[in-house]
């Protein structure tokens, strides 16, 4: 609820905002919805970074953040730390960085993306539309 809050009020005001923090069990898919539609889908706010750590989203949140992807162009930074995301979330985010070109780090750590998920986001960092991404997944 309180990220969705926070969305909202962004969406609202559209201040420039460096990053965004947050972590626990009560950061769920419907707020990484309201994060994803409120504050990066057309660049409603200049957010920069996101870490997410620790959290009750899933396949489903990174697929809203997938398709967030497509058409944000402020943000520099996806921190998803042990965040329940599967090869399919994986898979998602893949396909939201073929047609980002401003993401410089995706971080998967301690999600348990397994070879299918890796594979499909080594694919995705190593197109020539992405030269200086980094990636760490474990």
Do not use: F, W
Not at 59 to 65: H, N
Not at 98 to 123: E, P, V
Request: proline share 3%.
């Amino acid at each position: 609820a309180e990220i969705a809050a926070l969305s909202t009020h962004l969406a609202k005001y559209q201040p420039t905002v460096p990053a965004i923090y947050a972590g626990g069990e009560r950061i769920t898919d419907e707020s990484v919805q309201a994060l994803a539609n409120d504050v990066l889908i057309g660049n409603a706010v200049n957010l920069q970074r996101i870490y997410l750590h620790n959290t009750g989203m899933s396949d489903s949140g990174a697929a809203m953040l997938a398709q967030a992807l497509l058409s944000n162009s402020t943000l520099t930074v996806l921190s998803l730390t042990n965040c329940n995301i599967t090869y399919e979330g994986a898979e998602k985010l893949a396909n939201g960085l073929r047609r980002n070109s401003t993401l410089t780090l995706l971080d998967l750590k301690r999600n348990s993306i397994g070879d299918r998920g890796l594979r499909a986001t080594i694919t995705a960092i190593h197109d020539p539309l992405h030269p200086s991404l980094a990636s760490s997944c474990s």
